[in-house]
Structures are given as C-alpha cells and as structure tokens.
C-alpha cells in the first residue's frame, strides 16, 4: 500500500453569486497516493478547477477539508506548487525574470544552477531575455513549468495546462510532462478534459460530473511506461476511451433522468 | 530582489522599437543608426526648414508688420538678445510645475491605489474626482491668490489640483484591471498583499499610469502659465501677458517657442518612459 500524499475530505463548495449559489463541489473525498500521476477528467463546469484551486489553498471550501501530510492546507503551501491553462507568464517579465518571481516572492536568491538544468531539460536553453509574447504557447506553457518545478515542490496541481495547445504541440507536452514526471516522481494531480490524454498520462484517472461537482468513477490505467505517443492509436486504448466515454453518456443519461422526476 | 527588477529596465531597450503611434513615432528610430532612419531624419529636419524658411519668406515678401507675426529670424534674435530676462521666469515656471505636478501626481496615484481596492469607497468618492478633472483650475486662482498672495503658493496649488485627478482617474483604470489568473499564480508561490500589489497590480497598471502622468503634466503646465497670467510679476504666463501689453511680438512669440519645447520635452519623456515601461503591451 503506497503513502497518501495529500487527502480529501468530503470537500463541499458553495459559490455565493448575485445571481444565487452555485453548488460547484458535493462532498468529494479522494487519496492523492504519493508520487502517483492523477488525472482529474471531467466536462466544462463539473467543478474540476474549484476542487484543485483548494488543493492549492487558493480559496477555502465551505466544508471539509484538504491535508497534506499531517497539514491543514488552508493557504498556499510551499510543497504544492500550481500550472495555470494558458502559461499565465507575467507578459513585463522576461523569461529569466518569469522563472525568478517565486524565488523573488519568497525573498530567497534564484537557484541558477537548478534553472539552468530545467531550461535545458525542456529546450528553453538561449531565451532567457525573450519575453513571453515572443514564445509560442509550448515554449510559454514550458517556461511556466520550469517556473513551479524552480521552487522544488514536492505536488504539481495542473489545470488543464495543455488545452490552449494546437494536437502536435499538445502531444510533445504530453511526452514532455511524462518524462519530468519519470525523472522527478513528484506526485501530479492533472486536470483535463480530454480523456485521451487523462489515459495516456495517469496512473489512475477521476471522472467527475456535473452539477453538483461529484466523483463519479475512478479507473486504474495500468499501461507500461514510458507511453508512446502512437499508443493512443492501439485497440486497447481505444477500448480504455470508450469505457470512459460510456460510463460518462450514462452518468449523463442518469442525471437527465433524474431531473424530469 | 530590487536590482534584479532593475536590471530588466535595459533589456526593454534591447527589442526593436514597435510602440508609437502618434507623429513622434519617428522619436523610436533617433537612437539606432540604420539607413532608413537617417532618412526620416533627413526628411524631418527639410520638413521643419521648408516651414520656417517659407514663413520667413512669404513674411518679407507681403511686408507683414512685426507686431502681427514676427518673423523666424525675428523671434530668434529676441529669443537671444531676451534671453538673460527670460531665464528666470522659466525656472520659476518650472518649479511651480514640478513641485506642484509632484504634489497632486503622489496624491492622486496614491488615491488611485488605494480607492480601487474598495468597490464602495471608490463610487463615493469617484464623481468629486470627476468634478476636479472637469472643473478648470484656473478659476480658483483668483480666489487662491486672495488666499495665498501672488507668490508661487497659489499656481503650485492650481497645478496640483489640476494634474493630480488627472494621474488619479487614469491610474484607477490601470489599478482596475485585475487578472484573477495572476494574483492567483503571485498568491500560489506565497506572495503577501503588498507583493501582490508591487509586483502584479503596479506592472499591470504601468501603461495606464503613464498616460496618466503626461496628461497630468501637460494639465498642469496649462495651468501653472494661466495662473501666472492671471496675476503676480512673475514666470512664462507673466510674460506673455507683459509683452503682449507691451505689443513686443517677436518676445511674445518666442516665449510661445519656450512653452512649445517645456510641453513636447514633457510629451517625449513619457513617451521614453512607456518604452522603457510599458512596452509590454505594445
Ligand atoms: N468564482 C466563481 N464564482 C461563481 N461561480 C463559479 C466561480 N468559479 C466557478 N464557478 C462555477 O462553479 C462551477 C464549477 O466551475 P469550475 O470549477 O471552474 O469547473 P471546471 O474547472 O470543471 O470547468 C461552474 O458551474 C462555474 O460556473
Ligand atoms: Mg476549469
């Protein structure tokens, strides 16, 4: 039995808007295990960034509670560290100066030696001085990675990092992101909504639904790695998908059902 | 950490020019010594000698008299035979328009700051910022000298009152933009409210400050000449009004020359300074 790195609790969110309450997260309990890649798959609006931006310590649910470890995370915890959809690089920065603002923030001096090693690892080597509107969406969403792994964290929280990306840049990502993860083990909780890419990169993938935010299933994906791209391509992925697919369209069907009675 | 946020200030530099816009853009190209740059400033440089050439020219040729429009080499000469009488009043009118420019731009960027962190107090306070930004300034200024005498007290006052909402109600649309994504990134990595605010609000506001000093400063000249005009012995404003009195055109015309170059050396360093600053958002 692996160590549980971080653990929720009947996590319950309520978001209190002008225009009413929004039930984002029902009572969600879940065992991130240490150094597993978690995939959290889910459709738009399903509650999959409310659920991580807690793990984050980003904003406090209205009921229970996140752990790592032994901690209460009830505020942004130095071992989690967050990659935001679209890179969410600071555009007046260059890439030298994006990479140094958690160090800067924690008022420590950069660890070049460590940087150096990260941009050489993701191919970011020489565009120190560029600034982010002179990348493409790979090389920001590179930087940013670089920019969280910088600081060490022992957890990566992912928010659909890879969404914005066209299908060949997201692909080189995918193997990118699995061969960090091989390197480092640091434990990853990935969200997606592409189930393609939740099977291709997990250890076990969360499907959740919608309306309130609820766990609705969880498969192991026990596939060898390292995972080749073309891997997506052979019948017993295609079979993995369609599971998924399938147990979606019912939870679907369900939860129409549900609301004409 | 501060020389580090420092350092990026010359590499701003580096990156070929993009921002401009207006008919200073050819300003971006002065530095750098490429072929096509030295064209256009060839071409400025026939530009502005055709124009006061020609002047010069059609002046003499119809026989204008001087106290109607001087000519060129008119206004030269008493820019030079003038000059040790006219040096001071433009110390004075400098100082008036730093100090009080300084007065009402602190106050005003830090109003700005700080109103926009609080919804309410800002819809408070918001339509008497308003009122200051739409109400001349000048016509306090008589009231102000019965007040405060015909020194510089009052056009300092004037100028501040006249720049500082200026810097106010446009660094508030600067302060005003926030992007959830990025506090949320400064707030995962540990920052504290006042790094959230330096390191993420202040940037993010930048261009819309700028625009904010330049107009605040050119306001503020504006005023800091119309209030010498309107009494006391003293400054730029002073002088138009005495040699305008005293139908000496070609004086006249070259204390319009000084107050020309104060406002377009204004206009050129904030260009500089949103280069340098703000060229992100290009
Ligand atoms: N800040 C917010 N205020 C109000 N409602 C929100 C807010 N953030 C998310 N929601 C709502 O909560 C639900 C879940 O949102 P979210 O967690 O962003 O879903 P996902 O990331 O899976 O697309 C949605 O219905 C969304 O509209
Ligand atoms: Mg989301």
């Known amino acids: 039995m692996t160590k549980t790195k971080m653990a929720i609790h009947s996590a319950t969110k309520f978001y209190e808007t002008r225009s009413g309450s929004t039930h984002a997260l029902d009572n969600v309990s879940l065992d991130v295990r240490e150094g597993e890649f978690l995939c959290i798959l889910g459709p738009s609006g399903c509650g999959k960034s409310t659920l991580l931006w807690s793990m984050a310590g980003l904003h406090a649910l209205s009921g229970g509670e996140v752990k790592l470890g032994s901690e209460t995370i009830t505020q942004p915890h130095p071992e989690i560290a967050m990659i935001f959809q679209d890179a969410n690089l600071l555009p007046w920065r260059n890439l030298a100066k994006n990479i140094a603002l958690p160090f800067e923030l924690k008022r420590k001096p950069p660890d070049q030696a460590r940087i150096d090693s990260l941009l050489e690892r993701v191919n970011l080597k020489g565009f120190e001085n560029k600034f982010p509107r002179e990348l493409s969406g790979g090389m920001q969403q590179r930087a940013s990675i670089v920019r969280s792994l910088a600081v060490d964290p022992s957890v990566l929280l992912m928010d659909e990092p890879f969404g914005a990306l066209d299908a060949f840049t997201r692909d080189e990502m995918n193997l990118l992101i699995q061969e960090i993860w091989m390197e480092t083990r640091k434990t990853i909780v990935f969200v997606t909504h592409s189930i393609s890419e939740a099977i291709f990169l997990a250890d076990r993938v969360v499907v959740m639904s919608a309306r309130p935010g609820r766990i609705a299933s969880i498969y192991d994906i026990d596939i060898p790695r390292p995972r080749p791209v073309d891997i997506q391509t052979k019948p017993d992925f295609i079979a993995r998908v369609l599971e998924i697919k399938g147990s979606i369209d019912n939870g679907r069907g369900a939860a129409a059902g549900l609301a004409i009675t | ?282």
Do not use: C
């Not at chain 2, 005003?176 to 994504?181: C, E, F, K, M, Y």
């Open chain 2, 1 to 282: 950490m501060d020389k580090a946020l420092g350092n990026k200030i010359p590499e701003f530099n580096k990156k070929p020019g993009g921002a401009g816009g207006s008919g200073l853009a050819g300003l971006s190209s002065f530095g750098s010594g490429d072929h096509r740059s030295k064209l256009e400033i060839v071409v400025i440089i026939l530009v502005a000698v055709v124009i006061i050439g020609g002047s010069e020219i059609l002046l003499r040729l119809f026989n204008v008299p001087q106290y109607i429009i001087p000519k060129p080499t008119q206004i030269v000469t008493a820019l030079f035979t003038e000059w040790h009488f006219l040096w001071p009043h433009i110390v004075i009118t400098l100082y008036e328009l730093l100090t009080g420019f300084f007065i009402g731009g602190s106050i005003g960027f830090i109003l700005a700051a700080v109103i926009t962190q609080f919804p309410f107090v800002e819809k408070v306070v918001t339509p008497y910022i308003l009122l200051l930004v739409t109400t001349p300034m000048l016509a306090l200024v008589p009231l102000l000298i019965l007040r405060f005498g015909f020194g510089s007290e009052p056009r300092i006052i004037a100028v501040a009152l006249a720049s500082g909402p200026m810097v106010m109600i446009n660094a508030a649309t600067g302060f005003r933009r926030v992007d959830l994504a990025k506090i949320a990134l400064a707030r995962s990595f540990g920052a504290s409210t006042l790094q959230i605010f330096t390191k993420i609000r202040i940037p993010m506001a930048m261009p819309m400050i700028i625009v904010g000093l330049m107009v605040g400063s050119i306001f503020g000249l504006l005023t800091a000449i119309g209030a010498e005009m309107v009494g006391g012995a003293e400054g730029l404003g002073n002088r138009l009004t005495y040699y305008s009195a005293l139908i000496r055109m070609p004086q006249f015309f070259a204390i319009i020359f000084l107050l020309a170059t104060i406002g377009i050396s204004i206009y050129i360093f904030f260009f500089w300074l949103g280069k340098k600053w703000a060229s992100w958002e290009a």
